[in-house]
């Protein structure tokens, strides 16, 4: 069983309960001070990463057995690492995030299934995809932009679209509009369209791991043919499995891995993208979990967890963070106020680790906290750059009757360089 390789960080456990609270210095409030949403949800400690630990050990040790209710209890969790993120300011030899990973992974291997995950996993293997959508259909969202086709002539730039949005229709002008301002700025990239797959990223937290290994493979095997440099990447679910995930199961992908937010960032202060027009409003901005704290790249550590440099350590430091900030402050008349919980502290979305598959009222829940949470910053938008977070806020503003404007970083972009009602045109019916 891989949980005995943490079988230490599990043992190492004080029970200090640091693990369900922003550390002591960046509590602001004692309404936001809270950073486990599910131990917030289910108020009682099995929910929280402590109590995960317990379990884990506990069934290593043979001295109880994973059941339907321990498997319920282990999935209520959307696996943001903020728990392992609040852990390691006072503990850096404990993994938390991998414990709960692993912990996953025994209830597949022991048969203690979520029936929800299940419809996922099968409908990954039917259609390439998480939804279990047309796998022919994955690249209608392209339609019309006579985009570089990657089955047929190589390319520098290899965009990965992901599940979420080769599948959302509503997002589809998001990504639309992110391909103008990269060939506007100069960069062309190329799409696999039909033949992209799932990343495998969602289907690894889930503990599938032999099934995400099946499609990294794959999705190796479509960068080498591309003979692209770069894989460019607009959802934070797939850059985290990319930059973290493959190099973990040994399956790095050789390339540079990049997500779009820094790819703007960079475009912004070369010139290359020119914002001139000014978007007058306030907005605060939601770092998702696995762009900031989860999107830290897969760095190998051998020898004793005490003696781990601080760079080697999975701290949640080494994020994403700057870059959408910079972009946002580039944009003439905005203005960008934070909330309290953000950078590696941030509040999770609710979409990740199948909560929104197999618990969706507790995934509402969570992303009306993180609303709340803005709403109080005076914001009249909220701004974010991940297509599950981006669908996470809408859907629950809509369902509990809020007015917060939900917008992708990218979106903001156009409308600084007036190209957004372009952006928007031709899409395919």
Not at 293 to 322: C, H, I, N, S, T
Not at 404 to 413: A, G, P, Q, R, Y
Request: with cysteine; net charge negative; charged share 25%.
């Amino acid at each position: 069983m891989a949980l005995a390789q943490y079988e230490n960080d599990m043992s190492a456990c004080s029970r200090c309960s640091s693990c369900k609270w922003m550390p002591f210095n960046q509590v602001k409030s004692w309404r936001f001070a809270r950073n486990c949403p599910s131990l917030a949800r289910f108020t009682a400690h099995p929910y929280s990463g402590s109590g995960k630990m317990t379990m884990g050990l506990s069934v290593l040790k043979q001295r109880s057995e994973l059941t339907e209710q321990v498997a319920e209890i282990v999935y209520s969790c959307q696996m943001c690492g903020a728990c392992d993120v609040s852990c390691k300011v006072y503990r850096d030899d404990i993994d938390l995030s991998e414990v709960l990973m692993e912990l996953r992974a025994s209830c597949v291997e022991s048969g203690q299934l979520i029936a929800d995950h299940m419809m996922t996993v099968d409908a990954l293997k039917k259609e390439n995809n998480v939804f279990g959508e047309p796998r022919d259909r994955r690249g209608d969202w392209a339609e019309g932009l006579g985009l570089k086709d990657t089955n047929q002539e190589t390319v520098d730039v290899l965009l990965h679209a992901g599940c979420r949005y080769s599948y959302d229709r509503e997002l589809w002008p998001v990504l639309r509009g992110a391909v103008d301002l990269l060939r506007k700025a100069g960069i062309e990239v190329g799409v696999a369209g039909a033949q992209e797959a799932c990343c495998g990223g969602r289907v690894y937290e889930l503990g599938y791991q032999g099934e995400a290994a099946n499609f990294a493979d794959d999705m190796l095997s479509r960068i080498n043919a591309s003979g692209a440099g770069v894989l460019l990447t607009a959802c934070s679910d797939c850059f985290s499995a990319l930059r973290y995930l493959y190099p973990k199961m040994g399956k790095d992908p050789g390339v540079e891995v990049a997500h779009l937010s820094g790819f703007l960032a960079d475009l912004v202060a070369d010139g290359r993208i020119e914002l001139a027009e000014p978007v007058p409003i306030k907005v605060t901005y939601h770092d998702p979990c696995h762009l900031g704290r989860m999107g830290e790249p897969f760095v190998p550590w051998q020898g004793d967890k005490l003696g781990r440099p601080q760079q080697l350590k999975r701290a949640g430091r080494r994020g994403v963070y700057d870059e959408p900030r910079a972009v946002l402050r580039a944009i003439p008349g905005l203005e960008l106020v934070e909330m309290e919980r953000i950078r590696e502290y941030s509040w999770c979305c609710g979409a990740g680790g199948g909560v929104l598959d197999a618990y969706p009222e507790f995934g509402s829940w969570t992303a009306l906290e993180r609303l709340e949470e803005a709403e109080a910053t005076g914001a009249r938008a909220l701004v974010t750059s991940c297509p599950w977070c981006v669908r996470a806020f809408r859907d629950s503003a809509s369902e509990h009757g809020k007015e917060l404007e939900i917008i992708e970083l990218s979106e903001l972009v156009s409308r600084a360089t007036g190209t957004a009602v372009a952006s928007e045109q031709g899409v395919g019916g």
